[in-house]
């Protein structure tokens, strides 16, 4: 069923994700200085867990709180979301990911600029710069977060009163590993629209990644957790 209102609580939780995100990067430089700091990292961590959690909680009775292109993707696979509902929320996702990076750079024009608001910039050097290895990265902590939104949020059996706890905490530990990796992104809507603003080419560059390894990440996970965990249950009910 096509509802605007659900297109709208995506492009709100969306903004929520790439505001709160990337204001919690350009925080912990300005306070921990460059670099892979365990301060920053989980200050980065914690910014970005949190915003999904209560963004879940806030409209996952709504929408379905899926503020990710490579989460609306394998929901439309499997007939979670119908086609029209689908490509609407990937296209609002992206609206609310712009205007929010846009919001940060009208608030932070010269401390943002130093870490691009938020930008992803590629595999590090702790794999050492490799695209391949920095892709199935991306695709293994995509896999794991669309695993634990299956098993939680759509699975009929699974308590929803802890899924935004449970979702948020799988962003928390993915963004602790995966940020000194690749930035740890698994959603093409908060890396594209920092890039749009950057001005950066190495950034488009390497832009390809944060798509395509989220969702093939995604669409794994969607197809294995939905055909042989969700839809059982859902026959079974």
Known sequence: MVSPRNWLAEAIATFALVFFGPLSVILAVTAFGDGLTTEGIIMISLGHGAAIAFMVYAFGHVSGAHINPAVTIPMMITKKIGITDG??????????????TGTLVALFPEIGKGVFWGAHGGPSELINNSMMSGLAVEIILTFFLVVVIFMTAVHKKAPKSVC?????????????????????SMNPARSLSPTLFAGDAGLWEVQWLYWV???????????IMNYIYTKPAEQEA
């Not at 609407?88 to 205007?99: D, P, R, S, T």
């Not at 390894?213 to 197809?223: E, H, K, N, Q």
């Open 164 to 184: 935004g706890a449970v979702i948020g905490g799988m962003v928390f530990l993915l963004h602790l590993v995966g940020v000194p990796l690749t930035g740890a």
């Open 213 to 223: 390894g989220p969702i093939v990440g995604g669409i794994i996970a969607g197809v």
């Open 87 to 100: 490509i609407a929320y990937i296209i609002f996702q992206i609206i609310g990911a712009v205007v929010a």
